[in-house]
Structures are given as structure tokens and as C-alpha cells.
């Protein structure tokens, strides 16, 4: 390698090569730079602007930090008034450019290297437990192209409850002194400070529920055993009294001794969650009450940590309209000893307000285990659309269910939810009439898939088909497919005038004229799709255009021998996906259509 004024390229014991480098000779290297980042397994921060920032010092000791720079420090506002730079406790500052640099933090100082993205671990002073000696931890991290550098302790917190938690100070001889170091908002972190994690001789952190006191009495919080217990139980108390369950699960990061090589560290992530969290997957809101307690709302797709729910507890769900009736659920019990990652249980919903009827909607929870905290997900395998003017029945595994016209979705949920085979369906028309040596149902077509667009053929006992559009998708969950049940011809009057329509096989009328009033769209059930033609009309005087097709794609004028509206303009088109839309709209200047026609010599046209 060819080296440089001012550059110092060494091999260490790992092969790694760390670069130091003055900030005026970087374009020279930039070629090279790709190099180092393959052995550094980093994208480093070179920049050619030497007004941009590319290092960040934040401090979360919880005590003040001196910082003594190296040659080649630059300060971001460039006003350096001394060799050294005191941080406050959560404060930061921004650096030009440096590798390496001097803390001093109490009577210690330490030289801290910044050359890789990493954790390093420093030990600063002996504890009162003579196996655990104080020790500060350098995370340098790269965020937006900028280099971070946090010094803290080798805990932090993570709240991802509900409720804001304290982090208390507590003296085991006077309890009266018990006071509250800092809050931790919900969905927040927090960097322990380091004088903290040594105040007693185990590795406890004392915790409460958020309170405008500063004095917390001992029974009223609990502590977490950072070091040698990876998950834990506890249990809070608000000041009403309600019981906050909390599962804390500590997670352990591997770091390096200092400025060496050897990854025989750990610096602890501690995670506070509520014990249950609950998840409603279902297109329409519900209730949920705990017990005998109070009914609680939960919207369509939105989450909830159940912090009063314990192990002992049991969930009731109530659905206030579907069907329109009040649905509630059977209770089920929490007691959930199973030691699968994931399970589902069978949730029966009955009549809310004649709960002996025989009817009855099902639903699945499914529960997935983390380190002994649950999520509960409460989803329904199929929601059905029914976008046509016709009643529908759906089978699923000889499951039936009738689908009505409403634009809401029907939920399904066969008996054998559990069934991981691929799953069939099969549609017809439903009528009042209909038994099964009457009505044909279509051919089967699959579920399991993750979409899927088709068309399904449903024969009625008049030897006539009805083509409809199925789309077959997966939901906002991966556990939820969605159905949508849609005709294959649709017709949409964008005219001023009532139009009626009708089809026409060999200039003979199929059915009787159908009405379309200004702005309306229908669902047209053609006999003959392949040789039948569509005939439109004038509601107000019957003047009827000429016969034209079906079939996509083309927009054409028809005559109507009208003085008024002379002409009407006609569009077929596709979605791509088999439905055909057929367009009615009024006649306007530059709308007649462009016709090639094509030369011939021996005949005139």
C-alpha cells in the first residue's frame, strides 16, 4: 500500500487495519474506502464537508463527563476554549472528526477508542461487590450516515406498557427514604445511571408505578435482578389500586473489554412489558372485561396492553353489533400452561340477549408466547364480501354459510380451524326454493393461497350461468384471507338521461329491459356472453341504438335518432382481471371515434 503524509496504517493481532487519518488528506483515500469497509463490516462516514458533523457524544452516565481531545479535534461550533469539554448528564456534543479520545469521569480516565461501530466495556473502580467492579459502557453507533458515540451505564430500560414507570432509590434500612430517581414514560427507554446499578451489593433496580410523590414505600414497588435473572414476574399497584402484571425480560449484548479485541463482555437491555397484550384482528370493534371488571373498548386492528390481566384471571369478549345483534363469548381462562410458541383456542359467541338460542358465530384467539408474556390475537379465518344483487352460499369444508347483500363482511370460521390442509371452497345461489338436487354448486376453488382472481360458475335450474368474480387475498394478517364476491358485468350510466338496457341473442330479446338511472351502476347477468349482444335505449321515448358487443376492450358512438342527444358514447373495458365494465356517457364535441380502415386496390369501400 502506498503510504502518505500524516497517515499511520497498522495490522493488529485480529488483521483488522485501523485508519488514522487528518481530515485534509481524505480525498485522497476516498478510492480506497470501500477496502476498509469490507474489514471494518461498516459503511464509514467520510465526507469531504468539513462544516457537517460526523460524531455525536452522548452522555447517560448520570454524572458529568470530561472529554479531553486528541490532536485533531475540532468542536462542531468551532469555538474550543480548552483541551477538555465537560458534559453534562443527558447532554451531547458534536465533533468534526476524531478516532480517539480521553475520558475522565470522577477520578478515572480513560482513553476510549472510536475506530469501529461497537460496544466496549470500561472498568472505572472496585464496588462493594468485589466480582462486579464499576464499569462504564462506550456505544458507538451510526445513525444517519453520522457516527453517535453514548456513554452510559450497562443498563437500560425499556417501557413498552402502557403506564408511566419510576425508578426508585431505595433505602433498605429507612424506608422513609425511599425517593424517585427519574419517570419512564410509556413506549420510552431510560439509561440507568451507573452509580445506581452498585448502591447494593446484588444486582437490583427498584421500580413503582408513576406517582407525583417522591417518597415510595417499599411495598408499593419491586425489584428487577438485572444480572442473573433473564425473566421475571411483577406485580405494581396504582394508586386506585388497580394491579399492574409486568413480565421483564432481560436481553444480554455481547461487548469488548476496552480498546481490545476479546468479546467477553455483556452490557443488559431490560424489557418491561405487560403479561397479556391483546390484539383485535377483526373488521368491526369489540368489548373485552376481565373477571367482573369493567367493559373496555377495542376498534377494528388496533392493540391494547391488558395490564390488570393476570394468570388467574379469565377474558370475556363481546361484540356489540353484527348481524344485528349483541354477541358475547364464552369466558375463557388464562391459565395458559402450554409450552408451544404459539397456539389457538375456539372462541364461541352466542346471542347477548337470548343466550339459550341455538345460533352461534365462532372465532379464533390465538396466543403467541415470548419469554412468558402473551399476545392474544382475536381473528376471524374469512371475511366474506358480497358485492352483487344476489344471496349467496359459501361451503368451506361442509361448513355453510349464507352470505346476504350488505356491503359488511361476514366472518367465517369453519369447524376445523385447525386444519392446515389447503382448504376448498365452493359457491351458489341461495334461494328460499333451493335444495341441494336443484341447485348445482361450482366447481371447488382454493383458499389457501395468497391471491388469487377468477371466475366462478354458478348454474341455476333454468339450465342458466352466473359468472361471477372471485378475489381471493390475504388481509392485514397473515392469518386473515378476504373474499370478495363480485358480478362479472357491470354497467355504469354516466349520462344526464335514464337509459334501460338490454341483451339480445340473434336479434331476440333475452330479458326484459333493465332500468339505469344517471349515475348508477348495476350488475348486468348476461344469457350468452359469447354470442349475445346489448341493446340501449332512451327511458323517456324508447329510442334504441343498434346492437353492439360485450366483449372488451373499445369505445365506439351509437346513433339514437334523437335530436337532442343524437349520439351516446359506449366503453368497454377490463380490469385485467376478467370483470367487464360497460360505460354510458353523453356525446360531446371531438368525442366521434377514429376508424383506420385498410387499403385495397380492387374493391371500393
Not at 472498568?123 to 462504564?136: A, E, F, G, H
Not at 372485561?289 to 369493567?294: A, E, G, S
Request: proline share 4%; glycine share 2%.
Amino acid at each position: 500500500m502506498m503510504m502518505m503524509n500524516e497517515t499511520a496504517a497498522t495490522l493488529n493481532s485480529s488483521s483488522k487495519i485501523n485508519i488514522l487519518q487528518e481530515i485534509n488528506s481524505l480525498p485522497i483515500v476516498d478510492n480506497e474506502t470501500h477496502v476498509f469497509n469490507d474489514l471494518c463490516d461498516e459503511q464509514l462516514s467520510f465526507t469531504r464537508n468539513d462544516s457537517q458533523p460526523i460524531w455525536c457524544l452522548f452522555n447517560g452516565t448520570g454524572n458529568d463527563l470530561i472529554v479531553d481531545y486528541l490532536g485533531g479535534f475540532e468542536e462542531f461550533d468551532g469555538n474550543i476554549s480548552s483541551t477538555s469539554i465537560n458534559i453534562k448528564h443527558n447532554e451531547f456534543i458534536q465533533l468534526l472528526v476524531k478516532y480517539q479520545l480521553s475520558a475522565k469521569i470522577g477520578d478515572v480516565v480513560k482513553t476510549i477508542n472510536l475506530n469501529r461501530s461497537c460496544k466496549r466495556v470500561y472498568d472505572l473502580s472496585p464496588s462493594t461487590n468485589q466480582n462486579r467492579p464499576i464499569q462504564m459502557l462506550c456505544d458507538v453507533q451510526i445513525r444517519n450516515d453520522r457516527r453517535h458515540v453514548i456513554f452510559r451505564s450497562l443498563v437500560k430500560i425499556y417501557n413498552n406498557t402502557t403506564v408511566p414507570l419510576s425508578v426508585i432509590s431505595v433505602d433498605l434500612v429507612a424506608t422513609e427514604q425511599n425517593h424517585k430517581i427519574a419517570t419512564i414514560e410509556d413506549n420510552d427507554q431510560y439509561f440507568v445511571p451507573t452509580d445506581l446499578l452498585y448502591t447494593y451489593s446484588s444486582s437490583q433496580i427498584y421500580i413503582a408505578a408513576h406517582g407525583d410523590e417522591n417518597n415510595i414505600e417499599t411495598n408499593n414497588c419491586c425489584s428487577i435482578d438485572w444480572e442473573n435473572k433473564p425473566t421475571m414476574e411483577r406485580t405494581l399497584k396504582l394508586k386506585d389500586g388497580t394491579e399492574v402484571h409486568l413480565t421483564i425480560i432481560t436481553e444480554l449484548n455481547a461487548a469488548y473489554m476496552e480498546n481490545t479485541d476479546q468479546l467477553d463482555h455483556t452490557c443488559f437491555n431490560i424489557y418491561i412489558h405487560s403479561t397479556f397484550c391483546l390484539i383485535n384482528l377483526l373488521p368491526i370493534d369489540i368489548k373485552y372485561l376481565f373477571d367482573i371488571d369493567k367493559e373496555i373498548d377495542l376498534k377494528s386492528n388496533q392493540s391494547c396492553s391488558m395490564i390488570s390481566a393476570n394468570r388467574n384471571s379469565t377474558l370475556t369478549f363481546i361484540i356489540p353489533s353484527y348481524d344485528n345483534a349483541r354477541w358475547i363469548s364464552d369466558a375463557i381462562d388464562l391459565k395458559l400452561e402450554r409450552t408451544n410458541d404459539h397456539y389457538e383456542y375456539l372462541v364461541l359467541f352466542h346471542y347477548a340477549t337470548s343466550p339459550n338460542l341455538e345460533k352461534t358465530l365462532r372465532m379464533i384467539l390465538r396466543v403467541d408466547t415470548i419469554h412468558k408474556s402473551h399476545r392474544l390475537s382475536l381473528y376471524s379465518p374469512f371475511w366474506i364480501f358480497n358485492y352483487i344483487d344476489l344471496k349467496l352460499e359459501l361451503q368451506i369444508e361442509n361448513n355453510r354459510t349464507f352470505i346476504d347483500v350488505a356491503q359488511t363482511p361476514v366472518l367465517v370460521c369453519p369447524e376445523r380451524f385447525e386444519s392446515e390442509t389447503n382448504r376448498k371452497g365452493q359457491l351458489r345461489l341461495y334461494g328460499i326454493d333451493q335444495g341441494d338436487t336443484t341447485t348445482d354448486w361450482s366447481k371447488k376453488f382454493s383458499l389457501d393461497v395468497i391471491r388469487s382472481i377468477g371466475v366462478v360458475s354458478c348454474e341455476v335450474p333454468n339450465d342458466r350461468k352466473y359468472m361471477i368474480c372471485m378475489d381471493v387475498a390475504t388481509g392485514p394478517s397473515s392469518l386473515v384471507k378476504i373474499i370478495e364476491f363480485s358480478p362479472l358485468l357491470v354497467i355504469i350510466n354516466k349520462s344526464i338521461i335514464a337509459i334501460e338496457i338490454v341483451e339480445a341473442v340473434s336479434d331476440k330479446e333475452q330479458n326484459q329491459w333493465i332500468s339505469v338511472n344517471p349515475e348508477q351502476t348495476i350488475p348486468f347477468w348476461p344469457r350468452n356472453m359469447k354470442d349475445g349482444v346489448m341493446r340501449v335505449r332512451y327511458t323517456f321515448n324508447h329510442v334504441t341504438s343498434s346492437p353492439f358487443t360485450m366483449t372488451p376492450t373499445y369505445r365506439t358512438l351509437l346513433r339514437m335518432d334523437y335530436e337532442e342527444h343524437p349520439a351516446l358514447c359506449v366503453e368497454v373495458t377490463t380490469n385485467g382481471q376478467g370483470r367487464i365494465t360497460v360505460i354510458f356517457e353523453d356525446y360531446e364535441v371531438d368525442d366521434t371515434p377514429l376508424v383506420n380502415c385498410e387499403k385495397t386496390n380492387s374493391s371500393s369501400l
